[in-house]
């Protein structure tokens, strides 16, 4: 009898270990973590459509009713359609089809094509750290600046990098065979300066929009803009009228004489032309600038050449008499004998004594693959 008051002892500690394992293991299932559900875009011509009772309709097809609002982290509903939620395994694999295919991305799951029409991918929240280790030269920052409280405020400053390392784990080409022979390629490298005496066009193309300065684009001085019908003109020199209203979303007209505009002609400060190798040119650009620095105020032309190019600007001043006045002006550049796959550059600079606006100028000689019967043999 004692034997058997003494095993009874044990029952409610023994009770009690195996309550809390339980316990352990589904506080363990039920760990949540931040999730993001990509839906790709927002639905087109539908008013009443409200992404964030989508979005909780979603979760509460998967977790009880009122715990949905509770779980919901994020509803994406401007550049793109989706929301970030704090979920369960289990969660997760409900908003998932089980036949779904999972790839890996950095050692975590991706859940795509699930069983959820709506829902394109389901991934975890991943925190991203930046890679960098010269930012600060590459910008050429001082090591001692002085500091503005107020001009610092509220600014984000953020570097990116669009250069690729071919030899990076992700362009490995072990298994693939040769390049189709079909494949026209010409190889091209960026890694020399972007000057006239280097031999690569890359170089001189990857001067981009160049680096702001936050203080001088308060007040630019002078714009240059560009209407919607300057964009679809110049979509219309690229793709044929069908390609252009599929990407518009408009029943677009092409110019019938495609010869009477030219990508030159887009109004962008940069201003850019291919000529014929060994031989005389003259190319034209017509811009439109705008004033938005001081109602009554007078630019003056400042031509910076190489010396195998002839810029001319017509006129040479321009009076503003208001804000937001437009004015126009032209161009010229004439030159000749430039080998091939070589290129010129040089560049235009309005300034009124405050504000300098300044339009790069690049003429490049080349003559096209097809061209080039030596590739072909």
């Known amino acids: 009898m004692a034997k058997h008051g003494a095993s009874l002892c044990y029952y409610p500690f023994f009770t009690l270990f195996l309550l809390t394992m339980i316990l352990l293991c589904k506080a363990a299932d039920e760990e949540r973590r931040v999730h993001i559900v990509y839906m790709g875009s927002l639905p087109d011509g539908n008013p009443a459509y409200s992404p964030l009772s989508h979005h909780l309709s979603i979760l509460q097809r998967v977790v009880r009713g009122s715990l949905a609002e509770t779980i919901l982290v994020r509803s ?80 984000i400053v953020g570097v990116m990098d669009t250069g690729i390392w071919p030899e990076a784990e992700g362009f490995k080409d072990e298994g693939f065979g040769p390049p189709p022979k079909k494949w026209k390629a010409w190889p091209m490298n960026d890694t020399l300066p972007a000057n006239d005496t280097s031999s690569t066009f890359s170089g001189v193309f990857a001067y981009g929009s160049g680096h702001i300065d936050p203080v001088k684009a308060i007040s630019p001085g002078l714009v240059y803009e560009t209407s919607e019908d300057d964009h679809i003109k110049l979509l219309c020199t690229v793709y044929d009228e069908g390609k252009v209203r599929l990407i518009t979303g408009e029943n677009i007209t092409c110019p019938k004489d495609p010869a009477k505009w030219s990508p030159r002609d887009h109004n962008y400060p940069s201003m850019g032309a291919k000529v014929d190798p060994m031989k005389p040119f ?57 080998q091939d796959r070589s290129q010129v550059s040089g560049s235009l600079v309005w300034s009124d004594g405050i504000h300098s606006v300044r339009s790069p100028i690049l003429v490049y000689a080349y003559v096209p693959i097809s061209s080039r019967t030596w590739l072909h043999e």
């Not at 190319?283 to 190019?309: C, D, E, M, P, W």
């Open 282 to 338: 003259t190319v034209q650009f017509h811009r439109t600038v705008k004033n938005v620095g001081l109602a009554n105020s007078t630019y003056r032309a400042k031509i910076f050449s190489n010396s195998k190019l002839d810029i001319k600007v017509v006129p040479e001043v321009l009076s503003f008499k208001s804000l937001n006045e437009q004015m126009d002006f032209d161009v010229t550049v004439g030159g000749s004998d430039l």
């Open 76 to 155: 994406y509903k401007r550049s793109f359609n989706g929301f970030a939620a704090n979920l369960t395994d289990q969660e997760r694999k409900k908003i998932a089809s089980e036949s779904a295919e999972i790839l890996s991305y950095e050692l975590e799951e991706v859940i795509l094509f699930t069983d959820m029409e709506e829902i394109v991918s389901v991934f975890p929240s991943i925190r991203m750290e930046p890679q960098t280790t010269r930012s600060w030269d590459f910008m050429g920052f001082d090591e001692k600046v002085s500091r503005n409280a107020t001009t610092e405020s509220d600014i």
